[in-house]
């Protein structure tokens, strides 16, 4: 079992940067990739980053790519997203996950409760 807390989220200039961080609860948060989607009221929740167990490889959604970084501390059992120069479309409760690697919200055993992310242009 693992629990999941994200933090960080808030207001934030377009243009500027955020830190996104989950932490991880449970002795075999090693054993999972983690990943971070996103949801708009209405809408499906979105892929957005993923990592795996050995922070070896990333993969990212084509619309954040080259702005967001994921990694990874395992010695803290902490996930984070790092936004640069986020856009207003990047608006949206922003959840991270715990599972196999994927970009499918399936792939993913273990959800946090989300943090809202607000970009102002």
């Known amino acids: 079992q693992v629990q999941l807390v994200e933090s960080g989220g808030g207001l934030v200039q377009a243009g500027g940067s955020l830190r996104l961080s989950c932490a991880a609860s449970?002795?075999?948060?090693?054993?999972?990739?983690m990943g971070w989607f996103r949801q708009d009221p209405g809408k499906e929740r979105e892929f957005v980053a993923t990592?795996?167990?050995?922070?070896?490889?990333?993969l990212y959604a084509d619309s954040v790519k080259g702005r967001f970084t994921i990694s990874r501390d395992n010695a803290k059992t902490t996930v984070y997203l790092q936004m640069n120069s986020p856009k207003p479309e990047d608006t949206a409760v922003y959840y991270c996950a715990a599972g196999r690697w994927g970009t499918l919200p399936t792939s993913y055993d273990y959800w946090g409760q989300g943090t809202q992310v607000t970009v102002s242009s």
């Open positions: 990592i795996t167990l050995s922070s070896g490889s990333t």
């Open positions: 449970g002795r075999t948060f090693g054993s999972y990739a």
